[in-house]
């Protein structure tokens, strides 16, 4: 009778240890699935953080823009430049930074491989160097940093995702690649100020 007892809360231990084991097991795999999918291969086999270091490590800081337009009295149309403006600038410059991070991010959450440029409005900085509409691989990108707008101060020029199945190469007639493989692209330099009014 004791040995039979013995056996069964043996038996309980082992069973309740199991059970332990199989959740812990089962922990790893729920978050691996709650981190940013890299289910693609070709560029999601080393894209695997976020861009925001890697960007940020090719665009001016800050300070450095705070210096620049404290030196500056004009814009690219000979328009007077103010305190408001240049605070203005500097906003702008951060908030489309950071709206280009986010759009990547959740890019590359999806396994998204191209992406589109678009403008909010006109901006003559960009004109000759981005033709609207034109695209970019997300592995172009991870190349070259440079390439993620904003490119200058006052730049209104965005990307956005491409959701689309299909090859864009295919689908896309009238839209143009950024750039060939493996050369730079010629872009505004940063310091080109566009004030709106
Ligand atoms: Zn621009």
Redesign the pocket.
């Known amino acids: 009778m004791v040995f039979a007892l013995l056996g069964l809360v043996l038996l309980i231990i082992i069973l309740l240890l199991a059970v332990k084991v199989g959740i812990k097991k089962e922990q790893p795999e729920d978050q691996a699935s709650a981190a940013p999918v890299i289910h693609k291969s070709g560029i999601y086999s080393i894209v695997r953080r976020s861009p925001r270091e890697l960007i940020a490590g090719h665009k001016p800081t800050e300070e450095a823009i705070r210096q620049y337009l404290a030196s500056q009295n004009e814009d690219i149309h000979g328009r007077r430049l103010t305190d408001t403006i240049r605070e203005d600038l500097l906003n702008r410059w951060k908030s489309s930074l950071d709206k280009s991070i986010s759009e990547i991010e959740r890019g590359d959450a999806d396994g998204v491989e191209f992406y589109f440029y678009g403008?909010t409005g006109d901006?003559p900085?960009?004109e000759n160097h981005?033709p609207k509409d034109c695209f970019v691989s997300r592995e172009q990108m991870y190349k070259y940093p440079i390439t993620v707008?904003?490119?200058?101060l006052?730049?209104?020029?965005e990307i956005k995702a491409y959701q689309g199945e299909q090859n864009i190469c295919d689908t896309a007639t009238d839209r143009v690649r950024l750039f060939d493989e493996n050369a730079l692209p010629r872009l505004?330099e940063w310091k080109q100020i566009?004030a709106t009014q």
């Not at 707008?149 to 200058?152: G, I, S």
């Not at 006052?154 to 020029?157: A, E, F, H, Y």
């Open positions: 403008f901006d900085a960009c981005v707008p904003p490119f200058h006052g730049c209104l020029c505004p566009v």
